[in-house]
């Protein structure tokens, strides 16, 4: 399994699969074939089909520049490796000098078809979550410490700045109004959250409005293209942040337990990435808010000091209950329903975890299996409910 340094990634949205990877992609193409007088990209499937809204076309554009680059959007029906496929041409006084042809994965990870040594390290040897709880277990230690075990000590620098951008990314996207980009004209939201109290402010209360809040607000900033941290991708930025720093302001918790809770998460959205997807293309809104989700419940599980059953437990929950998630952005943007999509999975993060709490012990199904699970009903979804823009909410709601 490789570092939670990749499900971790620093970036500007909207989307880590539509923009990052492409750009990515782009960046190692241009510096390859420096001589090219033009090139021609090829986007496939899902890429071709939200590319639009996502912005993928300016990014890569953006990224080849100042070499003239020609989109080609095929959306026909053809079998590739993976929906988010993308091909780069270069030419030369009207010849073809070289090609190369690229799976944005999910998470701001590409593949190159042909290059395995373009892949990073594994760095855990460990790959499901029922090999890493048995390691725990036998060594007697937590898997936040299983973390630093594996990727050493710099690890915890790593996820300070990691915690530092998310904290960052809450309080600009709570100074922000105004309407979103993209044309649907959607109003920003957090900050009218945050500061609207209800009539009837009890805690419960208060606790879903602020945790929707600080999730909407990332989700805003990641909308308008602002710096954000993957969690594990662009779509899903909002839960994780939320839910922790809802809690270390509640609990009054040091920066040194929010690391160990990151660490924690890391591992679930790794064993994740490694056995299924994380790509909305591929397997749904499922693999995105749906891992998010785990990643948030684990997280706070490990923040409230309970054991790596619980902790596996309340993963498991959070996983299962967004089974058969579909993902249809409207008009491929980014923002309905997923920047309320990523609020409402930080509150089941947190109802997750309580449950843990009481029914560990009469659990029946590993968080391993809700993987594998989560997977097979991602392959079996229709096609239109795989980040087309041609299903759901997507075909229903007609934009102005």
Partial sequence: MK????????????SSSHTMGPEKAARIFKKEHPEA????????????KTGRG??????????LSPIPTEIVWNTEETALPHPNTLDFEAFRDGNSIGKMRVFSIGGGDIRIEGRPEAEPPEVYAEN??????AYCKKHKIRLSEYVELNEGAEIWDFLFEVWNTMSEAIRKGLTRTGVLPGGLRLERKAQMLYNQRHMDEQPPTRENRIVCAYAFAVSEQNVCQKTIVTAPTCGSCGTLPAVLKYFQEEKRLSDRDILKALAVAGIIGNIVKTNASISGAECGCQAEVGTACSMAAAALAELFEMGIDQIEYAAEVALEHHLGLTCDP??????????ERNAVAAMRAINAVRIANFLTATRKISFDMVVETM?????????????????GLARLYKTE
């Fill in 375 to 391: 997977y097979q009903t991602g392959k079996d979804l229709n096609r239109n409910y795989r980040e087309t823009s041609e299903g």
């Fill in 128 to 133: 499901t979550f029922a090999e890493i709880a």
């Fill in 330 to 339: 409207i008009a491929g943007l980014v923002q309905i329903p997923c920047i």
């Fill in 37 to 48: 007088e033009n090139i021609t990209v090829t986007l496939y499937a899902s890429l071709a």
């Fill in 3 to 14: 570092s939670i340094r990749d499900i971790y990634k620093t970036g500007k949205g909207p």
């Fill in 54 to 63: 996502h912005g993928t076309d300016k990014v890569i554009t953006k990224t």
